[in-house]
Protein backbone atom coordinates (compact mmCIF):
# COMPACT_ATOMS: atom_id res chain seq x y z
CA UNK A 1 0.00 0.00 0.00
CA UNK A 2 1.00 3.48 -1.34
CA UNK A 3 2.06 5.16 2.02
CA UNK A 4 0.68 8.63 0.58
CA UNK A 5 -2.78 6.58 0.29
CA UNK A 6 -2.63 5.63 3.92
CA UNK A 7 -2.89 9.48 4.92
CA UNK A 8 -6.63 9.42 3.72
CA UNK A 9 -7.22 6.40 5.41
CA UNK A 10 -5.55 7.79 8.97
CA UNK A 11 -7.16 10.96 8.85
CA UNK A 12 -10.75 9.56 8.15
CA UNK A 13 -10.30 7.22 11.13
CA UNK A 14 -9.38 9.83 13.71
CA UNK A 15 -12.26 12.66 12.53
CA UNK A 16 -14.34 9.55 13.02
CA UNK A 17 -13.23 9.45 16.89
CA UNK A 18 -12.54 12.85 17.55
CA UNK A 19 -14.74 15.20 19.01
CA UNK A 20 -14.48 18.70 17.53
CA UNK A 21 -16.56 20.55 20.12
CA UNK A 22 -14.93 19.41 22.63
CA UNK A 23 -11.24 18.85 21.32
CA UNK A 24 -11.21 14.91 22.69
CA UNK A 25 -11.44 11.86 20.67
CA UNK A 26 -15.03 10.26 21.58
CA UNK A 27 -14.72 5.66 22.74
CA UNK A 28 -11.33 4.28 21.86
CA UNK A 29 -8.21 5.62 20.64
CA UNK A 30 -7.45 1.83 19.50
CA UNK A 31 -8.27 1.39 15.75
CA UNK A 32 -9.12 -1.94 14.72
CA UNK A 33 -8.90 -4.48 12.04
CA UNK A 34 -12.57 -4.15 11.10
CA UNK A 35 -12.47 -0.03 11.45
CA UNK A 36 -9.64 0.03 9.55
CA UNK A 37 -11.06 -2.31 6.55
CA UNK A 38 -14.00 0.15 6.53
CA UNK A 39 -12.02 3.28 6.38
CA UNK A 40 -10.41 1.63 3.65
CA UNK A 41 -13.08 1.13 1.46
CA UNK A 42 -14.44 4.27 1.85
CA UNK A 43 -11.19 6.32 1.99
CA UNK A 44 -8.92 5.60 -0.64
CA UNK A 45 -8.62 2.64 -3.49
CA UNK A 46 -6.57 0.62 -1.50
CA UNK A 47 -6.52 -2.68 -1.15
CA UNK A 48 -8.38 -4.06 2.06
CA UNK A 49 -7.40 -7.42 2.03
CA UNK A 50 -4.40 -7.24 4.17
CA UNK A 51 -4.77 -4.23 7.02
CA UNK A 52 -3.06 -5.76 9.56
CA UNK A 53 0.42 -4.39 7.77
CA UNK A 54 -0.93 -1.71 7.45
CA UNK A 55 0.43 1.02 9.94
CA UNK A 56 3.30 -1.45 10.32
CA UNK A 57 4.20 -0.51 6.70
CA UNK A 58 3.25 2.78 7.41
CA UNK A 59 6.14 3.54 9.86
CA UNK A 60 8.54 1.54 8.29
CA UNK A 61 10.97 4.14 6.84
CA UNK A 62 10.46 7.34 9.76
CA UNK A 63 11.05 10.03 7.13
CA UNK A 64 8.32 8.53 4.99
CA UNK A 65 6.06 8.25 8.26
CA UNK A 66 6.51 12.32 9.27
CA UNK A 67 5.72 13.22 5.79
CA UNK A 68 2.71 11.21 5.33
CA UNK A 69 1.15 11.73 8.66
CA UNK A 70 -1.82 13.98 8.14
CA UNK A 71 -1.74 17.62 9.19
CA UNK A 72 -4.94 17.53 10.59
CA UNK A 73 -3.94 15.10 13.31
CA UNK A 74 -0.83 16.22 14.29
CA UNK A 75 -2.41 20.04 14.39
CA UNK A 76 -5.35 18.24 16.67
CA UNK A 77 -2.20 17.54 18.93
CA UNK A 78 -1.93 13.21 18.34
CA UNK A 79 -0.05 10.67 16.81
CA UNK A 80 -0.15 6.43 16.94
CA UNK A 81 1.48 3.77 17.92
CA UNK A 82 1.96 0.37 17.06
CA UNK A 83 -1.25 -1.93 18.69
CA UNK A 84 -1.69 -5.62 17.45
CA UNK A 85 -3.57 -8.61 18.92
CA UNK A 86 -7.28 -8.90 19.89
CA UNK A 87 -8.20 -7.80 16.03
CA UNK A 88 -5.92 -4.29 17.16
CA UNK A 89 -4.46 -2.14 14.50
CA UNK A 90 -2.69 0.95 16.44
CA UNK A 91 -3.81 3.78 18.85
CA UNK A 92 -4.30 7.65 18.34
CA UNK A 93 -1.39 8.88 21.29
CA UNK A 94 -1.23 13.08 22.58
CA UNK A 95 1.89 14.47 21.18
CA UNK A 96 4.50 14.61 23.74
CA UNK A 97 5.99 17.96 24.98
CA UNK A 98 8.18 19.45 23.18
CA UNK A 99 7.61 16.68 20.16
CA UNK A 100 9.07 18.59 16.69
CA UNK A 101 7.36 15.73 14.75
CA UNK A 102 5.26 12.88 14.58
CA UNK A 103 7.88 10.05 14.56
CA UNK A 104 11.19 11.50 15.91
CA UNK A 105 14.26 9.49 15.22
CA UNK A 106 14.95 6.74 18.49
CA UNK A 107 18.46 7.48 18.11
CA UNK A 108 21.96 6.77 16.36
CA UNK A 109 22.97 3.13 16.15
CA UNK A 110 25.05 2.35 18.21
CA UNK A 111 23.01 4.16 21.06
CA UNK A 112 26.92 4.29 22.79
CA UNK A 113 29.14 6.16 20.58
CA UNK A 114 31.54 4.05 22.47
CA UNK A 115 30.25 0.66 21.99
CA UNK A 116 32.72 -2.09 20.54
CA UNK A 117 33.88 -2.52 16.99
CA UNK A 118 35.20 -6.04 15.07
CA UNK A 119 35.59 -7.13 12.02
CA UNK A 120 33.78 -9.98 10.91
CA UNK A 121 35.17 -12.67 8.04
CA UNK A 122 33.05 -13.14 5.03
CA UNK A 123 35.67 -15.01 3.10
CA UNK A 124 33.49 -18.33 3.94
CA UNK A 125 30.42 -16.76 2.38
CA UNK A 126 29.88 -19.42 -1.27
CA UNK A 127 30.90 -17.30 -4.02
CA UNK A 128 27.49 -18.25 -5.56
CA UNK A 129 25.91 -16.98 -2.97
CA UNK A 130 27.67 -13.38 -2.91
CA UNK A 131 26.34 -13.22 -6.53
CA UNK A 132 22.86 -13.32 -5.42
CA UNK A 133 22.66 -10.78 -2.60
CA UNK A 134 19.87 -8.98 -2.15
CA UNK A 135 18.94 -5.40 -0.26
CA UNK A 136 16.62 -7.25 2.37
CA UNK A 137 16.05 -8.28 5.63
CA UNK A 138 16.03 -12.12 4.89
CA UNK A 139 19.42 -11.51 2.96
CA UNK A 140 21.15 -9.91 6.14
CA UNK A 141 19.55 -12.68 8.31
CA UNK A 142 21.12 -15.59 6.02
CA UNK A 143 24.28 -13.83 5.73
CA UNK A 144 24.46 -13.20 9.92
CA UNK A 145 23.73 -17.36 10.01
CA UNK A 146 26.39 -18.30 7.78
CA UNK A 147 28.62 -15.74 9.31
CA UNK A 148 27.64 -16.70 12.78
CA UNK A 149 26.90 -13.43 14.10
CA UNK A 150 24.70 -13.54 17.05
CA UNK A 151 26.83 -16.69 17.91
CA UNK A 152 29.70 -14.01 17.92
CA UNK A 153 28.09 -11.32 19.56
CA UNK A 154 26.62 -13.72 22.50
CA UNK A 155 30.46 -14.69 23.17
CA UNK A 156 32.25 -11.75 22.90
CA UNK A 157 29.74 -9.83 25.26
CA UNK A 158 28.31 -12.41 27.78
CA UNK A 159 30.50 -15.42 30.06
CA UNK A 160 27.35 -17.10 30.64
CA UNK A 161 27.14 -19.41 27.63
CA UNK A 162 28.54 -22.38 26.78
CA UNK A 163 26.41 -22.74 23.58
CA UNK A 164 24.05 -20.78 21.00
CA UNK A 165 22.53 -22.79 17.88
CA UNK A 166 20.76 -21.42 15.35
CA UNK A 167 16.75 -22.91 14.92
CA UNK A 168 15.07 -21.50 12.02
CA UNK A 169 14.80 -18.32 9.50
CA UNK A 170 11.72 -16.49 8.90
CA UNK A 171 9.16 -17.81 12.14
CA UNK A 172 5.72 -16.32 11.32
CA UNK A 173 3.23 -16.06 14.42
CA UNK A 174 -0.01 -15.14 14.53
CA UNK A 175 1.00 -11.55 15.11
CA UNK A 176 4.66 -10.92 14.42
CA UNK A 177 7.79 -12.82 12.24
CA UNK A 178 10.54 -13.79 14.27
CA UNK A 179 13.61 -12.98 11.46
CA UNK A 180 15.91 -16.11 13.44
CA UNK A 181 15.21 -18.20 16.56
CA UNK A 182 18.24 -19.38 18.44
CA UNK A 183 18.62 -21.97 21.49
CA UNK A 184 21.40 -20.63 24.09
CA UNK A 185 22.94 -23.07 26.67
CA UNK A 186 24.14 -21.67 29.85
CA UNK A 187 26.79 -23.03 31.77
CA UNK A 188 24.00 -23.30 35.00
CA UNK A 189 21.89 -25.70 32.64
CA UNK A 190 19.43 -23.28 31.81
CA UNK A 191 18.14 -22.66 28.17
CA UNK A 192 17.56 -19.48 26.61
CA UNK A 193 15.09 -18.73 23.46
CA UNK A 194 17.40 -16.05 21.76
CA UNK A 195 14.73 -13.62 19.17
CA UNK A 196 16.43 -11.92 16.59
CA UNK A 197 14.87 -8.58 14.66
CA UNK A 198 16.56 -7.29 11.41
CA UNK A 199 16.86 -4.30 9.91
CA UNK A 200 17.86 -2.48 6.99
CA UNK A 201 19.69 0.60 6.35
CA UNK A 202 16.66 2.78 5.99
CA UNK A 203 14.46 0.87 8.70
CA UNK A 204 14.76 1.74 12.47
CA UNK A 205 14.75 -1.25 14.93
CA UNK A 206 11.11 -0.61 16.26
CA UNK A 207 10.24 -1.37 20.30
CA UNK A 208 7.06 -2.96 19.32
CA UNK A 209 7.83 -5.47 16.95
CA UNK A 210 10.68 -6.97 19.04
CA UNK A 211 7.84 -6.95 22.35
CA UNK A 212 5.33 -8.74 19.55
CA UNK A 213 8.19 -11.40 19.07
CA UNK A 214 8.77 -11.61 22.61
CA UNK A 215 5.07 -12.11 23.15
CA UNK A 216 4.88 -14.50 20.73
CA UNK A 217 7.80 -16.56 22.37
CA UNK A 218 5.79 -16.83 25.72
CA UNK A 219 2.68 -18.60 24.03
CA UNK A 220 4.76 -21.19 22.14
CA UNK A 221 4.16 -23.96 24.62
CA UNK A 222 6.53 -26.47 22.99
CA UNK A 223 8.85 -24.18 24.57
CA UNK A 224 8.30 -25.54 28.61
CA UNK A 225 11.68 -25.75 30.31
CA UNK A 226 13.05 -22.76 28.77
CA UNK A 227 14.64 -20.48 30.93
CA UNK A 228 13.45 -17.02 29.08
CA UNK A 229 14.06 -14.90 25.47
CA UNK A 230 16.66 -12.78 25.14
CA UNK A 231 15.39 -10.40 22.56
CA UNK A 232 18.10 -8.99 19.87
CA UNK A 233 18.10 -7.16 16.91
CA UNK A 234 20.44 -6.28 14.22
CA UNK A 235 20.92 -3.21 11.51
CA UNK A 236 22.72 -2.79 8.27
CA UNK A 237 24.31 1.21 9.18
CA UNK A 238 26.42 1.24 6.52
CA UNK A 239 28.11 -0.53 3.45
CA UNK A 240 29.09 -3.65 5.12
CA UNK A 241 28.59 -2.24 8.40
CA UNK A 242 25.84 -4.16 10.94
CA UNK A 243 24.64 -3.13 14.10
CA UNK A 244 23.41 -6.00 16.74
CA UNK A 245 22.26 -5.39 20.16
CA UNK A 246 20.85 -7.73 22.77
CA UNK A 247 18.30 -6.41 25.51
CA UNK A 248 17.39 -7.78 29.26
CA UNK A 249 16.19 -11.32 29.29
CA UNK A 250 12.41 -12.09 30.31
CA UNK A 251 11.85 -15.20 32.10
CA UNK A 252 9.37 -17.89 29.92
CA UNK A 253 6.16 -17.77 32.08
CA UNK A 254 5.55 -14.26 33.25
CA UNK A 255 3.41 -11.93 32.01
CA UNK A 256 4.15 -10.27 28.63
CA UNK A 257 6.06 -7.74 28.74
CA UNK A 258 4.68 -3.98 27.69
CA UNK A 259 7.97 -2.59 27.30
CA UNK A 260 11.33 -3.45 25.95
CA UNK A 261 14.03 -4.00 28.31
CA UNK A 262 17.33 -1.90 28.32
CA UNK A 263 20.11 -2.65 26.26
CA UNK A 264 22.33 -4.88 27.95
CA UNK A 265 24.93 -4.91 25.07
CA UNK A 266 25.99 -3.28 21.93
CA UNK A 267 28.47 -3.76 19.00
CA UNK A 268 29.27 -2.94 14.95
CA UNK A 269 30.74 -5.68 12.89
CA UNK A 270 32.54 -4.62 9.67
CA UNK A 271 31.73 -7.73 7.32
CA UNK A 272 35.52 -7.78 5.47
CA UNK A 273 35.32 -8.42 2.36
CA UNK A 274 32.32 -6.22 1.75
CA UNK A 275 29.44 -8.44 0.99
CA UNK A 276 26.77 -7.43 -1.48
CA UNK A 277 23.28 -6.40 -0.28
CA UNK A 278 24.72 -5.29 2.97
CA UNK A 279 24.05 -1.65 1.93
Not at 31 to 44: D, F, G, P, Q, R
Not at 49 to 62: E, M, S, T
Not at 169 to 195: C, F, P, R, W
Request: hydrophobic share 40%; aromatic share 8%; proline share 6%.
Amino acid sequence: MSASKKTSVIEKLFNDKWDAKHQVLKGSPIVTLKELTVAIKAASDLSPLNPANFFKDFIRVRSSANKNWPKSVWESGFVALQVTGGGNVFEFVKVSPNQAEPFPPLGAYPRDPNARRYTLQSLSLPLAARLLGRKDESWLTQVAVRLFLIENHVALHSDEYLHVSHLQMGVKQKESEIDALYLGSKNNGDEVIITVEAKGRKDDILETQLLKQIQAVLRMSTLKGKKCVLPMAMKIIEPSVVYVASYSEIPLGSHPPKTLGEIVSEAVYTLKPGVPGIQ
